[in-house]
């Protein structure tokens, strides 16, 4: 038998970007089949699938932390920081604008009022599927901070925040709910984003997702240990693999409900669990993350299948699809005529969203020299475009940067 071919460590990683745009198509499915009806429909029979469905959140938001490892940590270090710092805060921007165009959306095809879309803009109210644009966007702005931390440290604190947040469950259930505001609940949304108190908003919190992205940063620099060519660097990623899944295992046996384990089940099927940041939800999504990694850089990058590598157009057009994509849902049409008219529906749009960030991807591509003169006008005025659109971003990102850096220091008072 030949051998596996050896990857090299400046080849990306194509198993974690898979694995990552396979999750982000299972979360698409699971908004698709929820806006139309159809897990209502089905009843039961769909807990199994809509478990495995909701291990997605998880994964993406791990790798989104292993991307901060793998890919901005060596230009945070080296002489490409300020850039890299600079791209952070750009999609930050990028997360929180295309939030907002989803919340203008959702006013103008009439789901909420423009009192309520105000809410949402300050972060003070809840959206169905487009949070997870607003969770992008302070985690963006967090990064520089978690990447400091971890170069400074190394990753021993970065993995005691991750593991540290979660045990602090039983003490954030335990803080009461906030005030009334003008006899309003105003305050209930935006404690439930920050760290999961209040009600009314799904999980995972701020606070729980940053915890997964540090686990996310160890996760991503145990992958890169374990396609090391030498010996000992993958013998060092074997053991950081497999100590976090015995983690993840060990937790998820510990906290699951034994006398009723098919209750446990159901509460991460119907989402009650997440939506109560429950250390559970967090244990067996780590677990289902490290081993569908696993499977990935395996199949991928050590044994260079191709199977699953064209998947990779969802994981490169994330925002997009995040975007865009629920934007498709939200002005749908509402078809409630049984399980047959849902079902369709539900396949017909899933297959939208999968088809205009494939597109999208296409059109952000150089074209190819042979390309059709038609095709290569429409590619380069649709990236024209898109630049016209980043620009004022990167202006405004840029004049903030330049003031810091221009910001004269304060000296140090006398404590005399």
Not at 60 to 67: E, K, P, S, V, Y
Not at 291 to 299: E, G, I, K, P, Q
Not at 341 to 361: G, H, P, R
């Amino acid at each position: 038998m030949t051998p596996p071919a050896e990857p090299r460590r400046s080849q990306r990683i194509v198993g974690i970007d898979v694995c990552r745009s396979i999750a982000i198509l299972l979360a698409m499915l699971s908004h698709t089949l929820i806006e139309f009806g159809v897990f209502h429909f089905v009843g039961d029979a769909a807990t199994v699938p809509r478990f495995l469905i909701q291990m997605a959140p998880v994964t993406f938001i791990c790798l989104f932390g292993a991307m901060l490892e793998i890919v901005y940590k060596p230009r945070v270090e080296g002489p490409r920081r300020a850039s890299a710092l600079r791209q952070l805060y750009i999609r930050a921007v990028q997360c929180y604008l295309l939030y907002c165009l989803t919340i203008v959306v959702m006013v103008l095809v009439g789901d909420i009022s423009v009192g309520y879309a105000l809410r949402c803009i300050l972060m003070l109210g809840a959206s169905p599927y487009a949070d997870i644009l607003k969770f992008y966007a302070l985690a963006l702005l967090l990064a520089p901070a978690l990447l400091s931390l971890r170069l400074r440290f190394g990753l021993a604190p970065v993995l005691g925040l991750g593991l540290g947040i979660q045990l602090l469950w039983p003490l954030l259930q335990q803080i009461p709910g906030p005030p009334l505001v003008f006899g309003r609940e105003y305050l209930e949304m935006p404690l439930g984003f920050l760290y999961g108190g209040g009600e009314g908003v799904g999980g995972p919190s701020l606070l729980h997702g940053l915890s997964l992205v540090c686990i996310g940063m160890v996760l991503g620099h145990a992958v890169t240990r374990f396609l090391d060519p030498a010996p000992s660097g993958r013998r060092r990623g074997v053991m950081l693999l497999g100590g976090l899944f015995l983690l993840a295992v060990v937790a998820s046996a510990l906290m699951w409900d034994w006398s009723a384990p098919f209750a446990t089940v159901q509460g991460i099927a119907d989402m009650s669990l997440r939506n109560e940041n429950h250390p559970i939800y967090f244990s067996l999504g780590l677990g289902f993350t490290i081993a569908s990694v696993l499977l990935c850089v395996l199949a991928l990058d050590v044994f260079q299948r191709s199977w699953g590598s064209r998947l990779q157009f969802m994981g490169k057009t994330s925002l997009f699809t995040f975007s865009f994509g629920n934007i498709l849902l939200y002005a749908s049409p509402d078809p409630h005529r049984g399980l047959a008219t849902a079902a369709l529906m539900a396949a017909v749009f899933f297959a939208l969203i999968c088809a205009q960030s494939y597109l999208f991807m296409r059109l952000m591509m150089p074209a190819a020299p042979d390309a059709p003169p038609a095709w290569k006008a429409l590619t380069g005025r649709f990236q024209q475009l898109v630049r016209g659109l980043q620009q004022p971003i990167s202006g405004a990102v840029d004049a903030v940067l330049s003031r810091r850096r221009a910001a004269p220091d304060v000296p140090p008072r006398n404590p005399a």
